[in-house]
């Protein structure tokens, strides 16, 4: 996966969310014209479109529901020296729309730490996004916490 998937995500989950549409076949065939118009590819669409309705709740009207967040991560000292607040704003607009839940953005955030990288710019956490979400093992998490279902500790 790509960050241009995450990019179309987060743009079709913003358009249902904003304009409480039904996941119609017309409504996303409308998205996918101006998604395909703005250089995505269709491949790229069909990824990003299966990703959001396995993701979504969908009610028997064919409405995508989007659970409200009861509270927000806040970064500790460390974490704010190492995450810029562009690459933290865009992890709460994640959250906000419910495409990361709460272990998710643990992971995120822990993978962004251990990389050699200071500060984290939004670029790369969209890329630290991807790979967490999309379970890419391009970045070396080396984390106790992160471990495979297969992994054991000795």
Do not use: C
Not at 1 to 8: A, D, F, K, T, Y
């Amino acid at each position: 996966m790509s960050e241009r998937v995450m990019e179309i995500i987060v743009y079709l989950v913003n358009e249902m969310r904003s304009r409480q549409m039904s996941t119609t076949n017309a409504m996303f065939e409308t998205m996918s014209h101006k998604l395909a118009k703005n250089g995505y590819t269709e491949n790229e669409i069909n990824l990003a479109v299966t990703w959001v309705l396995e993701k979504m709740e969908i009610d028997a009207d064919g409405i995508a529901h989007f659970p409200s967040l009861r509270s927000y991560r806040l970064l500790n000292e460390f974490e704010k020296l190492a995450i810029s607040p562009g690459a933290y704003g865009y992890l709460i607009q994640l959250r906000e729309l419910d495409l990361i839940d709460e272990m998710e953005l643990e992971q995120v955030i822990e993978r962004a730490l251990i990389l050699d990288k200071r500060p984290i710019s939004a670029a790369l956490m969209k890329e630290i996004v991807v790979a967490t979400l999309f379970q890419q093992d391009d970045l070396n998490d080396g984390s106790f916490f992160l471990l495979d279902d297969n992994m054991n500790i000795h």
